[in-house]
């Protein structure tokens, strides 16, 4: 089973409001990631949690704020949003970070307008 | 720096004919390739990585890659195409750079299977 799951599919939210994006797997992977996605482009890594601690953070805008609440868990909270943030936003599993022979497994991503 | 290139934005092919997708790849030291499949409006589904060994690596989908390290190559090949193949495929590698751990992309290529 090689599923990490994303909630929530879709969601339009003001630039004033706090929304969060939700991410789950059962597959006793260590290594958690977000992406973002714009519109036919690839995706570009935002943050790294191992171990349930953030390790990387590619400079993102506070307004995304991280949280990894046990190893399952992955959420993203949002913030103060602008309209140019809207796109997929994919959550990211694989066994560990450092073993770069290890495959990294995606979810259906949660699709994020701000209007 | 590692970096992986897909040249072609668009391949296009009659179904029952063999596709081939294009990537280079440019890293130092040996790489780790992978590609990844994404359908319309889903995220990212890997289809197949190499590490070492074989040069002929086979993954889901019917779908195989041939590794090419004199033309640094990473080609994703099947032999008879699916209408159902249709979709954006991206390659890309595994940076091993210290302290980060993350999957960089080629810029995608569309294939389009026409019945």
């Known amino acids: 089973d090689t599923e990490v799951t994303q909630t929530p599919k879709h969601l339009v939210m003001g630039m004033t409001n706090k929304k969060s994006l939700k991410c789950e797997q059962h597959?006793?992977?260590?290594?958690m990631y977000w992406y973002k996605q714009k519109a036919k482009k690839p995706p570009e890594l935002m943050f790294v949690?191992?171990?349930?601690?953030?390790?990387i953070n590619e400079s993102v805008p506070s307004r995304f704020s991280p949280e990894c609440p046990n190893s399952s868990l992955l959420n993203l909270h949002l913030h103060a949003l602008q309209p140019e943030d809207s796109a997929l936003y994919l959550c990211a599993s694989s066994q560990e970070t450092g073993i770069f022979s290890n495959t990294i497994y995606f979810g259906e991503g949660s699709w994020l307008t701000v209007v | 720096a590692q970096s992986v290139a897909q040249p072609e934005d668009q391949v296009n092919v009659a179904e029952g004919n063999p596709l081939t997708v294009k990537c280079t790849y440019s890293v130092s030291g040996n790489p780790y390739l992978f590609w990844y499949v994404q359908y319309p409006n889903r995220g990212l589904q890997f289809l197949l990585k190499y590490i070492t060994g074989d040069n002929l690596v086979k993954g889901s989908y019917g779908f195989e890659a041939e590794f090419n390290k004199s033309q640094t190559s990473f080609h994703l090949k099947k032999p008879s195409a699916l209408v159902s193949d249709s979709a954006l495929y991206f390659c890309?590698?595994?940076?091993?750079?210290?302290?980060?751990?993350?999957?960089?992309f080629g810029t995608g290529t569309r294939l389009q299977v026409f019945p």
């Open positions: 597959m006793g992977h260590r290594a």
């Open positions: 949690y191992s171990y349930e601690k953030l390790s």
């Open positions: 890309a590698v595994r940076d091993r750079s210290y302290n980060t751990d993350k999957l960089i």
